[in-house]
């Protein structure tokens, strides 16, 4: 299956009133869980709808699980179907800080089938274009026949321990490098990585705009990372997928979106990543 990745603002602004386009503001803020409904309260993209990452986009945490675990498929198809979402549909995904949690909404839609882009350099961009915006609400949602969920793509804590002794994968962590090196962790009980885990930064997929850079540099760098350049990396050679994590499976997904936009094949997430791992790491010290 090819994944679409990105999308400008011009071609959105071209697309704006067709049928099948839906638009989906998934500002998010992780110290302010009100601010993302605050936002697009005061200004959105003409008929975006706003989606709450924290509960629609995630289930309940729990002790055994990450920040933000996947919701169930029965309740992520209905909410699909609520967003006016069906196999038919464009899908247009932004927020206003590069992707990094547009990333996630991308990610679990573009495993159902759906037609899915996130906006290159987010609500800033377009903003910056001169294009339109809106305080009012978009009207007449129609509710779709729900389509079949399911997580094709979602690596569990089960088959990150099982990879130690069998070498199913290269881990591919996304968060900040001085959280990686263990050097500052604010969010989790424990500090540090994965043992074997590599580090990219998500950030490190953009320009200072925060816009995506160019792709075949991209390319360069994730190739330079993981052993080899262009078809020789590591991942290919040794046959190994990349599974991806950051801190609670979120921005895991942007190196993902990156990753594909390069001209790679990525898809995996261990969901549950450093926050759930640091809670197995807590329960194995008290034993």
């Known amino acids: 299956m090819t994944i679409k990745t990105l999308i400008s603002v011009d071609e959105l602004a071209s697309m704006q009133g067709q049928r099948h386009l839906v638009v989906l503001d998934c500002r998010f803020y992780l110290t302010d869980l009100e601010k993302g409904a605050r936002v697009y309260n005061e200004s ?56 990094a949690f547009a990333a996630r909404a991308w990610w679990m839609l573009a495993q159902q089938g759906i037609s899915v882009r996130v906006l290159n350099g987010g609500f800033p ?82 320009d200072e705009k925060q816009t995506f850079k160019a792709a075949n540099l991209i390319n360069t760098e994730f190739s330079a990372l993981l052993g080899g350049g262009g078809s020789d990396l590591k991942m290919k050679t040794t046959n190994l997928p990349v ?32 926050s759930q791992w640091a809670k197995r790491m807590v329960r194995m010290l008290r034993l």
Not at 70 to 77: H, M
Not at 167 to 180: G, P, S, V
Not at 261 to 267: D, I, L, V
Request: aromatic share 10%.
């Open 44 to 99: 959105h993209i003409p008929d975006a709808i706003f989606v709450d990452l924290h509960s629609q986009l995630a289930g309940e945490e729990s002790e055994l699980t990450g920040r933000h675990p996947l919701p169930s498929a029965a309740r992520f198809s209905e909410q699909i179907s609520n967003w006016g979402i069906d196999l038919n549909s464009e899908v247009v995904v932004y927020d206003d800080m590069g992707g």
């Open 125 to 206: 961009e377009w903003l910056r274009s001169g294009n339109k915006v809106t305080q009012n609400l978009p009207e007449n949602i129609v509710t779709r026949v729900p389509i079949e969920v399911s997580f094709p793509w979602l690596i569990h804590e089960e088959q990150i321990v099982t990879s130690f002794e069998s070498n199913q994968y290269i881990l591919l962590d996304a968060r900040m490098k001085d959280r990686f090196n263990g050097e500052n962790e604010n969010m989790d009980p424990v500090a540090g990585h994965i043992p074997g885990a590599l580090n990219r930064p998500f950030f490190d997929n953009l």
């Open 243 to 274: 599974v991806h994590y950051c801190g609670s499976g979120v921005t895991a997904c942007h190196n993902i979106l990156a990753m594909n936009y390069a001209g790679f094949e990525a898809k995996y997430v261990y969901v549950g990543s450093w």
